[in-house]
């Protein structure tokens, strides 16, 4: 994992989030919107689209990301 830059929060300037990217190459968003964002099914895998911390960096809704499997919160 590797940290790409850090976002500060618009709600609460003394938050910063992390964006990051994984070993194998996937962009993803520690902010509450992302993390918690429920993952869209393609092809069998689970992606994400991207917070507005990605946005701004270029990725777009056409620019679906692979959710690390660590990321997810498995409901019961």
């Known amino acids: 994992m590797k940290v790409l ?12 989030y992390e964006i990051r990217e994984s070993s ?7 902010c509450p ?12 895998q689970e992606y994400k ?9 270029g990725y777009t809704e056409l620019h679906r990301m692979e959710v690390p499997s660590w990321m997810f919160r498995r409901s019961k």
């Open 5 to 16: 830059m850090t976002a500060q929060s618009q709600t609460d300037p003394g938050k910063h």
């Open 24 to 30: 194998g190459g996937q962009v993803y968003c520690m």
């Open 33 to 44: 919107a992302w993390r918690f964002s429920q993952p869209l099914l393609k092809n069998g």
């Open 49 to 57: 689209l991207p917070c507005k911390h990605l946005k701004a960096l």
